[in-house]
């Protein structure tokens, strides 16, 4: 049996009731509220930036988990710190210096992310991995929701789980994109901590039991 944690994306939530959705997780089993932040350079889309963030961070009750897919995060990263993130992750495909960009954001007193396109190895990792908090694994490409969960990305957590083990580092490991209560349980089995999960629970008739659900991946 192992301990899952659920971070819903908010991106899938209604802008326009965003208060009564960030209301919903703050009442569900989930642990950090997901939030996605797109610039339309490093990926093909734009979503929302420090305004938004801030007012929700405000209003939520779980961690404030920041993924930046934007290009240089360090120009930013204190205005995040200011807007209420508590957890924030940088890609690594877009950090030239990576190791600064973590140790910038540690220094602001925020736990640290690394996150992983569908095409970079888990082995860029190897030199940083006991710095890291977090690494998020992408399951599809990043930019939209409601995209389909890339089957290799099981045994690259499974590479993943092999390489935090043998540099007895503590980071977790979080997967996002195409997440579901049907492929939950495999997902954590291949060895995910954090499971990411936007359409599937704020396109849920009952959104609160899909955390549920996804929570008890473990099982
Ligand atoms: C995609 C984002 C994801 C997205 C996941 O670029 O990083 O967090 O919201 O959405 P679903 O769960 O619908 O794939
Ligand atoms: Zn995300």
Known sequence: KKHVLVAPSLLAANFLELAKEVDMVNRSEADWLHLDVMDGHFVPNISYGIPVISHVSKHARKMCDVHLMIERPEQYAEAFQKAGAQQLTVHAEICPNLHRNIQQIKGLGMKAGVALNPHTPVQILENIINDIDVVLVMAVNPGFGGQAFIPQTLPKLRQLRALITEHKAHALIEVDGGVTVDN????????????????????????????????????
């Open 184 to 219: 939950a349980a495999e997902i954590v089995a291949a060895g995910a901590d954090v499971l990411v999960a936007g359409s599937n629970i704020f396109s849920a008739p009952d959104p609160e039991a899909v955390i549920r659900q996804l929570k008890a991946a473990g099982q």
